[in-house]
Structures are given as structure tokens and as C-alpha cells.
């Protein structure tokens, strides 16, 4: 199983907005639009953020955004704010191993 | 609002099975995936699994020799086995609901550590 591909890091400063990307092959995010998203700080369980490549859990703030483009997902955080400061993970439904993770990445908040 | 909550054991010997179990509460077990998902300290998630309310099962590959997950819905529970632990098994252990669309409720996750 390969995991899907995150930059390990991504920083902004408050009320920039950063994007963070998620590449998979023609066997997971390229095939199916079952791409999610999941916020994670310290010592806490994962939270579900962006479902379905770009739906929002009733509820959830708007500054969160998904979409996707061939093998690659992208979630974007608009009006970057002290507590989007947090671990960012995707996942996507796969052919072979019926779900994925990324490699996470560590969002900083200057 | 649905909740879930992993138990069982902290310390599991090198060699032997790790036996977890989810408790869900506040919402039916039935029509849905109930999965298991794990993070090493300080590394990513890893998907190990899932069973569906009637009981069929879809294992990550590179565990699937080694796993068991099983649903008691009379009990609204369901379990993780994972056989001949490694050091490589330690983590955190989480379980989770998916609704088809992600996972949308987690337990707060209990730490195995496999040690002699």
C-alpha cells in the first residue's frame, strides 16, 4: 500500500489563505471522487473536514474548501486563523486497498 | 451525537494478539462501515479495516494475514484482532464510523504499546 502524497509542511500568516496538496494515482483519487479530508491536533482524533472531494460537514466553517484535478486533491483554508494551526490529512476510497491516507502535513500559522 | 470508545489492554507482549473493542453508543450500528485506523507516535494514519453491520469485512493488504475485526450488534460493539504483534504495531488505535463518505465520528483512541 502507498500512501498518498502530502507536502510535509505548509505555513501562512493570519488571513492568508494556504493550499495543500494531495496526489494518488488512476487507482484512488484519479478514479473515484472520494476524496476527505481530516483535521488533527496534538493528542486529539482526527476530524472529518471536506468529504466527497468538496462537501463541508453541516456545521463547518466555509474558510475550508476541497476540490481535485486528475490524481490530485488540493484543500485550500482561506482566512488562515491561530486555530487551523493542526496536522492535515487526506484519504481516498482505492481500487486496491479500498482506503488510503496521505502523509499528513503539519499547517503552521505564523 | 454519535460516540465511540476503544478499550482494552495498553501492553501487549511481542508475539501475541492485540484484541481491542469499540463501544458506540448514541446511534445504530446498523447500515453502516465501523473501521479501524491506527498512528504510530509521531507518523501518519494508517487504515486497517472495516466491517459492515452484517458482518463482511475489507482488510488494508499489508495487514490483512495478521487482522480480525468482527461486529456484536446485539451489544453495539465491534473488535480489532491483530495476531503476532511487533514493535511495529505500536500506536495509537482509533476506531471510526464511515458513512460511505468519510469518516465522520472517531473514538478519542486508546495507545497499544507492544513490549516484553
Known amino acids: 500500500q502507498t500512501a498518498l502524497t502530502q507536502p510535509a509542511s505548509v505555513s501562512g500568516s493570519p488571513g492568508q489563505s494556504i493550499t495543500i496538496s494531495c496526489t494518488g494515482t488512476s487507482s484512488d483519487i484519479g478514479a473515484y471522487d472520494y476524496v476527505s479530508w481530516y483535521q488533527q491536533h496534538p493528542g486529539k482524533a482526527p476530524k472529518l473536514i471536506i468529504y466527497q472531494v468538496s462537501d463541508r460537514p453541516s456545521g463547518l466553517s466555509n474558510r475550508f474548501s476541497g476540490s481535485k484535478s486528475g490524481n490530485t486533491a488540493s484543500l485550500t483554508i482561506s482566512g488562515l486563523q491561530a486555530e487551523d494551526e493542526a496536522d492535515y490529512y487526506c484519504?481516498?476510497?482505492?481500487?486496491?486497498?479500498?482506503?488510503?491516507f496521505g502523509t499528513g502535513t503539519r499547517v503552521s500559522v505564523l | 451525537q454519535v460516540q465511540l470508545q476503544e478499550s482494552g489492554p495498553g501492553l501487549v507482549k511481542p508475539s501475541e494478539t492485540l484484541s481491542l473493542t469499540c463501544t458506540v453508543s448514541g446511534g445504530s450500528i446498523s447500515s453502516l462501515y465501523w473501521t479501524w485506523i491506527r498512528q504510530p507516535p509521531g507518523k501518519g494514519l494508517e487504515w486497517i479495516g472495516y466491517?459492515?453491520?452484517?458482518?463482511?469485512?475489507s482488510y488494508n493488504p499489508s495487514l490483512k494475514s495478521r487482522v480480525t475485526i468482527s461486529v456484536d450488534t446485539s451489544n453495539s460493539q465491534f473488535s480489532l484482532s491483530l495476531s503476532s504483534v511487533t514493535a511495529a504495531d505500536t500506536a495509537v488505535y482509533y476506531c471510526a464510523r464511515d458513512n460511505t463518505r468519510g469518516f465522520d465520528f472517531w473514538g478519542q483512541g486508546t495507545l497499544v504499546s507492544v513490549s516484553s
Open positions: 484519504s481516498s476510497y482505492s481500487s486496491s486497498t479500498t482506503h488510503v
Open positions: 466491517v459492515y453491520s452484517s458482518g463482511g469485512t
